[in-house]
């Protein structure tokens, strides 16, 4: 029996660890100090009252045997395909229902969804990058190329002639430095991909903190991105599905990569390899969809944009660089007096007992840069703007 030697190239994260056995190390001496953790990438307000009512009668329908459920379609049910194809409606994006595949949320089709292609395409990434992308080629054995997202290019990179992949990964608006692609840049990779026979895989998932009407919410906004993009969004971001799991994938059906139908490959993909979404998590998944649930994510979201709100405005008072935090829950800046990146982070702890995710840990670009995240909450968002302002001056 020979191994995947390929899991020998994955490079070992230490960051969050690395993190966590900082802040224990701290807090063993400094019991008396309140630390702020303002580094978490996961949501803190919990699920909102109309999914959790579905989700509760949903599961009353389980236990009865009248409206019992067992296997599901393994490509999701049509209650929800069809909310989800109305809310692209809702931004003019026409997609046809089976087009849309229910998934456990958008990592693991990240994921899965390189069973379709070979393993000798190559992989374009930006850096700095959501590990993902790169850990989940690297097992597959597939070679990665990395562009630079920076300060100069606002950390938005645009194609370049010169490097040429099979595979694109964009993220917009992006983990971990908040920018946000407009539609102009996107109608360039766009062209790009089709042009050189690409796919780009476009990931989504924090939409839903876009406010600008003006700035796409979804590729298939791009004319022209439906023979060249598979979008992956999810409800976790949206609507604090992180531990209750469900995302969606559009895979076009005009995506023809030598005679084969990319839609039909992942049906038969998913239909194999996947059992579908619980039955009571997609009822949880059609609420956010109903008048009460949009009303009542929409507060919650309000919610995460004030803290990114208060941090953005406190960074610019001080003249502190920094992106994201309009159109997204993550702030990215550049560390003050070229301090790096962990060298910051030592330096926050330390000092005023703030808790940020170095910019290094998600690429060489981001060496010098430092995430903070609005999905704490609004009281200890506010001291920790309190603590920054202070500590700034
Ligand atoms: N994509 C990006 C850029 C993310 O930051 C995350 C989660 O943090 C995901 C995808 C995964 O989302 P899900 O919870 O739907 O798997």
Redesign the pocket.
């Known amino acids: 029996m020979k191994v995947n030697k390929n899991y020998q190239n994955i490079a070992q994260s230490y960051l969050f660890s690395t993190i966590a056995k900082k802040v224990n190390e701290f807090s063993e001496y400094n019991s008396d100090k309140k630390i702020i953790k303002l580094g978490i990438?996961d949501v803190t307000l919990p699920l909102c009252k109309a999914v959790v009512d579905a989700l509760k009668s949903a599961s009353e329908e389980m236990g009865n045997k009248e409206t019992f459920r067992g296997y599901g379609p393994e490509q999701g049910y049509d209650f929800l395909k069809d909310k989800i194809k109305d809310y692209y409606a809702g931004h003019s994006v026409k997609l046809e229902s089976d087009e849309i595949f229910i998934s456990d949320?958008?990592?693991?089709d990240?994921g899965n969804i390189l069973d379709l292609f070979d393993k000798d395409n190559t992989v374009l990434v930006p850096d700095p990058v959501?590990p993902?992308y790169v850990d989940t080629n690297t097992m597959a054995g597939r070679k990665i190329i990395y562009m630079d997202a920076n300060a100069d290019n606002d950390f938005l990179p645009l194609p370049n002639e010169n490097i040429k992949a099979d595979i694109i990964y964009l993220?917009s608006p992006?983990?971990p430095t908040g920018a946000v692609y407009n539609k102009e840049q996107l109608k360039k990779w766009v062209d790009f991909a089709n042009k050189n026979g690409a796919i780009i895989l476009f990931?989504s998932?924090?939409e839903c903190f876009i406010t600008d009407k003006n700035l796409p919410r979804s590729i298939f906004e791009i004319e022209g991105s439906k023979t060249c993009a598979i979008e992956?969004c999810?409800?976790?971001?949206m609507a604090g599905?992180?531990g209750t799991?469900c995302?969606w994938t559009v895979v076009s059906k005009d995506l023809i990569f030598e005679d084969m139908s990319l839609n039909k490959m992942w049906l038969r993909r998913q239909t194999t390899k996947f059992n579908g979404v619980p039955y009571i998590v997609q009822k949880g998944a059609e609420a956010v969809f109903s008048p009460e649930g949009q009303k009542q994510i929409a507060q919650n979201l309000d919610y995460y944009k004030e803290n990114a709100k208060l941090i953005s405005d406190v960074l610019t008072k001080h003249n502190i660089w920094h992106i994201g935090g309009k159109h997204s829950p993550y702030i990215w800046l550049r560390c003050p007096d070229n301090m790096k990146s962990w060298e910051f982070f030592d330096y926050l702890l330390e000092n005023i007992q703030i808790v940020g995710t170095p910019g290094s840990g998600f690429g060489k670009n981001g060496e010098g840069y430092f995430r903070l995240t609005s999905f704490g909450s609004f009281e200890n968002t506010r001291e920790a703007v309190e603590r920054l302002d202070k500590f700034l001056k």
Do not use: P, Q
């Not at 949320?105 to 693991?108: L, N, P, R």
């Not at 999810?234 to 971001?237: L, Q």
């Open positions: 990438g949320g958008a990592k693991s990240l959501y993902v993220c992006n983990n990931d998932a924090y992956f999810s409800f976790s971001k599905f992180t799991r995302g």
